[in-house]
């Protein structure tokens, strides 16, 4: 007699749009592009704005080159950018660049949440802000607990909102009388080329988004070079694109005064807000998905107690961490 056996549900794996595209995509179009795009050509002027940009993203893409070096050279396992630095270096270095990577990454889940909560007060100023910050700690926690998949699926929907929120900041237009008038620099008091350049580059370092998710991939070695390069590639004209309709649409006065002029732009207000928090939630919970898998293939190696290792469920989801 044949012997009945239940075969294990085969876990779910991600492709390059879902797994590397869409979270780096949500990671670098936040919080500054809505907040701090305008103060950037307030100072720089549209000029030096699109320089900045240019060295910015230049910087981010040589290092998604060689992210994408290390991936195709060897099969990639779960910890993102831990495991290909490890592989690549050895466990000594790759040890002393994981275990401050998964700090950072588990810290920056509260600046992100932050983020959004200060941003809830141009709406509602009254919210007592630990009520705030802790019911959404709790909503992306759980959303991490369930898995990855549903995670994934969120990320869709807060896609949707980023990009509907962009359309409509386009859809304004309010020419100003001279746009020449915003095409050189005209620094602020203390401010120069490289301290507004510190103040965007972060804005353009969200590549590390989809490595984390390495150990979900279908295909790891060729989802990070296509997803990582075409998220550097296209927000990169997105923010060029950005730039140049805050420079034909408001005055220098109001981009260095006014942090919501994209919002006074948009055709339609409030969809920008509406961007801005899907920027700053998105953000939170793709870190809070990086974090653990990281302590997950810290532990795998041994770096940390063994224990933190453990996974759950046929996609080995790292709870425990």
Sequence with gaps: MAKNTQSKPAPVKFGTFGGVFTPNVLTILGVIMFMRTGWVVGNAGLKESLQILLIANLITLLTGLSLSSIATN??????????????????????????????????????????FTESLHFIFPHLPDQLVSAGVLVGIFVIAWIGASIAIKTQYVILAALLLSIISFFGGYTPVPDMSANWQPGYQDGQSFWTVFAIFFPAVTGIMAGVSMSGDLKEPSKSIPKGTLYATVITFFIYAAIMTWLALNASREELLANKLVMQRIAFFGPLIFAGLWAATLSSALASLLAAPRTLQALGQDRVVPRILAKGHGPTSEPRLA
């Design 74 to 115: 060897q099969r990639v396992g779960g910890g993102g950018a831990y495991f290909l630095i490890s592989r690549a270096l050895g466990l000594e270095v790759g040890g002393s660049v994981g275990i401050p990577l998964f700090l950072a990454q588990a810290v920056s889940v509260a600046f992100y949440i932050v983020g």
